[in-house]
């Protein structure tokens, strides 16, 4: 999948479809040929902290201008992703991203450490996003790093390295801070309906599901878990799936019962929200999820327009899983949207996507192009503008 895109527009209000002022076109002629769309949503100020930038600057003039420009940076056990955006209105515009496969997490479930090749890779990436910030006079920004150097016994170190070399202080958070800045950052794509509903994020090196409520504009995280299985930490300890096609279904196999386990706890302690398949709701962000959407569209390329937001029903990809296991990691190298950075691991991906759709059954997956990134730059915003709001309050007191 081709992670990077160009700059647009997200809305937190209603989606619009066709030729859209303002903000970029929805889901496209995709979703509105299956009939499937986004329901409005509200969406409040969320009462979040902002981290300072690692390269303090001062605000460019007074708050209700908005065009101060905010950063988000996760960096995670694959991909180094940053997004920078400007304020508009309760939404936000991008004026630059970037995207890097760097594989940090190569070889960590193996030696528990980080590796000096994949370390130099980050690094590599990070000047880049450093450079990127400073180019664009970053207001305020975050960086954060996830499961790779949760785990590293070099994490620390690492970080220093980061900090030491390009200016940027990596913020590693836990596991539940990842999970709810996910939600926060892709929860207006789930579909509207009664009942709890199931957002997850399928990582590099874990996986965090999100057992949310819908009674209020943001929902409410009613359960939460987090296990240590993402693609490549999947991908790692089992092996890849290659081989002749018994070799390739063991292994498979093997994939989905470690992921099970992992999630069982999980699984026993929600059992009785589940209702009928056909009631409850299902979103997935990650690369894993957007792949396989492409493929059930059978894009040419990537295109996140078309991916973003689609509903897609479990039985397709389920069997589009199935599909990519049943060939060889050649063949998989050559289908248009995964190539050679997702090949050996988007079978991880759909062993952990399967095991998902065991323990929350849904008819339907709502696939995310964001997550964690978006769920940053609406903290970081809201947070700013209620810092604002006291500072006029201040300014107004001292004047009278």
């Not at 949207?337 to 929350?360: H, Q, Y």
């Amino acid at each position: 999948m081709a992670d990077a895109h160009p700059p647009d527009r997200y809305a937190s209000g209603r989606r619009k479809r066709g030729k859209a002022s303002g903000v970029a076109q929805g889901n496209g002629r995709s979703v509105a040929a299956r009939g499937k769309g986004v329901s409005p949503r509200a969406e409040p100020v969320p009462q979040v902290f902002a981290i300072p930038a690692a390269r303090p600057a001062a605000p460019a003039g007074g708050f209700p201008i908005r065009r101060q420009a905010y950063a988000a940076l996760d960096l995670g056990t694959n991909n180094c992703r940053l997004l920078i955006a400007r304020p508009s209105a309760e939404n936000f515009t991008v004026i630059d991203a970037f995207s890097r496969v760097v594989r940090l997490g190569e070889g960590l479930a193996a030696t528990g450490r980080l590796s000096e090749r994949a370390m130099d890779r980050a690094v590599g990436a990070l000047h880049v996003c450093a450079d990127k910030l400073r180019r664009r006079g970053v207001h305020l920004a975050r960086s954060v790093a996830t499961e790779a150097c949760r785990r590293a016994e070099n994490g620390a170190e690492f970080v220093e390295r980061v900090r030491a070399e390009t200016g940027i202080v990596l913020d590693v958070i836990s596991a539940q801070e990842e999970a709810r800045l996910a939600v926060l950052g892709c929860h207006v794509l789930l579909e509207a309906g009664p009942g709890p509903a199931i957002i997850f994020d399928i990582g590099g090196g874990s996986t965090e599901l999100v057992l949310v409520e819908q009674d209020r504009a943001v929902p409410r995280i009613i359960d939460w878990q987090s296990v240590p299985w993402g693609v490549v930490s999947l991908t790692d300890t089992v092996g890849r799936v290659d081989g002749d096609a018994a070799a390739r279904e063991e292994r498979y196999a093997t994939m989905r019962r470690l992921v099970s386990d992992s999630f069982a706890d999980f699984a026993r302690r929600i059992a009785g929200s589940r209702g009928a398949p056909g009631g409850i709701r299902l979103l997935g962000t990650s690369g894993t999820v957007t792949t396989l959407a492409s493929l059930h569209l059978e894009l040419a390329h990537y295109d996140r327009q078309a991916v973003d937001g689609l509903i897609v029903p479990s039985a397709s990809m389920r069997d589009i899983s199935r599909r990519l296991v049943s060939i060889s990691g050649d063949e998989r190298r050559r289908i248009p949207c995964i190539g050679d950075d997702r090949a050996d691991l988007v079978v991880a991906g759909c062993a952990i996507l399967e095991s998902i759709l065991d323990i929350w059954p849904a008819l339907r997956l709502g696939v995310s192009d964001r997550g964690i990134r978006e769920g940053i730059l609406r903290s970081l915003m809201a947070a700013d503008h209620v810092a604002e709001r006291r500072r006029s309050a201040l300014r107004a007191e001292r004047d009278r």
